[in-house]
């Protein structure tokens, strides 16, 4: 008989209920129940304070916020949602994302589709039925008690308006039917109308969608234009073709514009001198600090804690030494004490891991990637497993000579003068300092790395 396999979270020894070191983005919400709420966004206070002040106190924005892959973007722009939210700026999760070789008419429906997306939350959230009458029926100009209050006010036209824009947009379905004779009765086919996108420039609709919105100024909306670090060559050619085409959509009244992606794209996106002179603010966020990345941590254990003990997966200060290597790549480095941890659990052991820990317990399963890895074409697995035999003993980080390599792997001193020429010329390895007629070398951050990045 089969014995039933025993499945555990990694995370319950350690007094957690779930992975303190995921890399999805936080999501806008203060709301501390969710499962990755911005509050647990650490640091860029002044970033944040800057593109916050320009959105409250003007009646249109445009901000560029640009950084390396991994960085913090999108949890930052989540950041300032929540923060945004509770001054009465509407916002929704889903970013308008941009796409290779997108026109401006299909960029402007996208960004109607988020603006529809918000107007439903919008609505939903309102405290009473009556309330919400005021915005989705009744008489022109009739409103109750409490939109009164609020200065809400809707008509016919306004509604007629995002019915309108629903349709454009999505399409919309329609019932034919027959009736038959017999046992079978009434009939009925779904049809689906396609939506009257091709046909429109949208530019009057996004106006007009931002101006109801608002309620005539007295809100502003903030709309997320994201994924613009993974466009191709071309494809950025053609993204800023576009942006030239929207500039105008881009100065509408009552819209605040976030345009993210790596660093660079204020030049290569919009470089165009018509559009870059309307970017009121660019942002390149530089990489979190060590402390800043400890604090990081701190507040996912606890937001994350179950139990009245808590034992954190890996320690301060291999936090702060991982993080060096990763020279700000928060995700990778994230990414690579999750794994350690959930390699760690089939041990048993619950105490915080040491940079030597986090070595050891991904040392094979790095080794491997390493040694299979096409991109370091020439350099055979041998020479590989000669470096790793000579680092095995040795603290993180080591420099090493040509000698060292010869007396650890019992070779020549030519042999192991070829062996350091191959790897230095594949960037395996970097020569860090000399002295005298000896060389020092460590292992680099390219396709081989002390940090394991896992990537």
């Not at 809400?152 to 308006?161: M, P, R």
């Not at 530089?286 to 937001?303: G, I, M, N, T």
Request: proline share 4%; hydrophobic share 40%.
């Amino acid at each position: 008989m089969t014995e039933a396999m025993t499945i555990a979270s990694p995370w319950t020894p350690y007094g957690l209920r779930d992975d303190p070191y995921f890399q999805q983005a936080l999501e806008p919400v203060l709301d501390p129940k969710a499962g990755r709420p911005a509050t647990l966004h650490v640091g860029r206070a002044e970033n944040l304070r800057e593109i916050a002040s320009q959105i409250v106190g003007n009646s249109s924005s445009r901000a560029i916020i640009q950084g390396a892959a991994g960085v913090g973007k999108t949890s930052l722009v989540s950041r300032i949602k929540a923060t945004l939210t509770t001054h009465g700026v509407l916002s929704h999760t889903d970013p308008v994302r941009v796409q290779g070789r997108m026109s401006a008419r299909d960029f402007l429906g996208e960004v109607l589709r988020v603006l529809l997306l918000i107007r439903a939350t919008d609505l939903s959230q309102q405290p009473a039925t009556s309330a919400r009458k005021a915005w989705i029926g009744g008489k022109p100009g009739e409103k109750s008690e409490a939109a009164a209050s609020r200065g809400w006010k809707t008509s016919k036209a306004e509604e007629a308006f995002w019915v309108r824009v629903s349709r454009i947009i999505e399409g919309e379905d329609s019932l034919a039917g027959g009736l038959t004779v017999g046992t079978v009765g009434a009939q009925h086919e779904r049809i689906r109308i396609q939506g009257e996108l091709p046909n429109l420039s949208l530019f009057r609709e996004l106006q007009q969608a931002l101006m109801y919105l608002s309620h005539d100024g007295a809100r502003r909306i903030l709309i997320h234009v994201n994924n613009m670090e993974r466009l191709s060559v071309e494809s950025i050619a053609s993204a800023r073709v576009m942006m030239g085409d929207l500039r105008d959509a881009f100065l509408f009244m009552h819209g605040h514009w976030l345009f993210v992606g790596a660093t660079g794209i204020e030049h290569t996106v919009f470089g165009e001198d018509a559009v870059e002179s309307i970017m009121t603010l660019s942002v390149t966020l530089a990489p979190l600090s060590p402390d800043e990345v400890v604090d990081l941590l701190q507040r996912r254990y606890k937001h994350l804690q179950q139990g009245i003990h808590l034992t954190p997966p890996v320690s301060d200060e291999a936090a702060r030494t991982l993080y060096a290597r990763y020279q700000g790549q928060l995700r990778g480095f994230l990414k690579l004490l999750s794994r350690a941890v959930q390699r760690r659990a089939v041990l048993g052991a619950v105490r915080p891991l040491s940079t030597t820990d986090v070595v050891r317990l991904l040392a094979d399963e790095y080794w491997a990637r390493s040694m299979q890895g096409a991109t370091l074409n020439q350099v055979t697995a041998t020479n590989l497993e000669h470096l790793r035999t000579l680092l095995a003993a040795k603290p993180f980080d080591t420099e090493f000579r040509a000698t060292d390599i010869a007396k650890s792997a019992e070779l020549t001193p030519a042999a192991a003068s070829h062996i350091i020429e191959q790897l230095s010329r594949h960037g395996v390895i970097g020569l860090v300092r000399t002295k005298g007629r000896s060389k020092y070398y460590r292992i680099t951050d390219g396709d081989l790395t002390v940090a394991l990045r896992m990537e």
